[in-house]
Antibody, heavy 122, light 107 residues
Framework: EVQLVESGGGLVQSGRSLRLSCAASGFSFEDFAMHWVRQVPGKGLEWVSGISWEGSRMGYADSVRGRFTISRDNPSNSLYLQINNLRPEDMALYFC???????????????WGQGTLVAVSS | DIQMTQSPSSLSASVGDRVTVTCRASQSISTNLNWYQQRPGRAPKLLIYATSTLESGIPSRFSGRGSGTDFSLTISSLQPEDFATYYCQQSYSSPVTFGQGTKVEIK
């Protein structure tokens, strides 16, 4: 059974940094692209970032490019999202999601974690 | 970026009803359209990919159709567990984008 468990969220002051993690199990992590999708409570879904199976291709939403960095460590089945210069509009539930493809980020998502909540104080 | 617009934003229906949600893309996305269900307090769940292919384990009362810019998700006979929010998502071009969601509520 695929399991994705996010961690690292919390209440952080605007302008500070945070690192989110996603621990994956139940599938061959190194074979798939992985993504972060966020959701402001009560609102819709927004794709934030994705990374190809071996980490050579990364993509970001315009709203986070230059502040967020996605990375992965295949030996430990882990996905990360480094968030710098947090803004109030970054406050959301951040989901880790498994892609169906390996390299392209034009992907869809067949497994999701339960999310980790990032709250931003001014 | 490709904009995805769903209609309606919400609807009320009864158990057993046939329900259709539509999704329109701002440009042609071929058949690269996917649907998710999100129950309150839960993560999204993939229902249908590539417009009409049911994800494993999804009941056959769910179906999808369309191509180009216009797509639809139909639930043939609404069940109590189907009351949720549904999102479409295009995987034709990067960045992938979602519709704003359609909330299906109990009448």
């Amino acid at each position: 059974e695929v399991q994705l468990v996010e961690s690292g969220g919390g209440l952080v002051q605007s302008g500070r940094s945070l690192r989110l993690s996603c621990a994956a199990s139940g599938f061959s992590f190194e074979d798939f692209a992985m993504h972060w999708v966020r959701q402001v409570p009560g609102k819709g879904l927004e794709w934030v970032s994705g990374i190809s199976w071996e980490g050579s291709r990364m993509g970001y939403a315009d709203s986070v490019r230059g502040r967020f960095t996605i990375s992965r460590d295949n030996p430990s089945n882990s996905l990360y999202l480094q968030i710098n210069n947090l803004r109030p509009e970054d406050m959301a539930l951040y989901f880790c999601a498994k892609g169906l493809n390996d390299y392209t980020l034009r992907d869809y998502f067949d497994s999701w974690g339960q999310g980790t909540l990032v709250a931003v104080s001014s | 970026d490709i904009q995805m617009t769903q209609s309606p934003s919400s609807l009320s229906a009864s158990v057993g009803d046939r329900v259709t949600v539509t999704c329109r893309a701002s440009q042609s996305i071929s058949t690269n359209l996917n649907w998710y269900q999100q129950r309150p307090g839960r993560a999204p769940k993939l229902l249908i990919y590539a417009t009409s292919t049911l994800e494993s384990g999804i009941p056959s009362r769910f179906s999808g159709r369309g191509s180009g810019t216009d797509f639809s998700l139909t639930i043939s006979s609404l069940q109590p567990e189907d009351f949720a929010t549904y999102y479409c998502q295009q995987s034709y071009s990067s960045p992938v984008t979602f519709g704003q969601g359609t909330k299906v509520e109990i009448k």
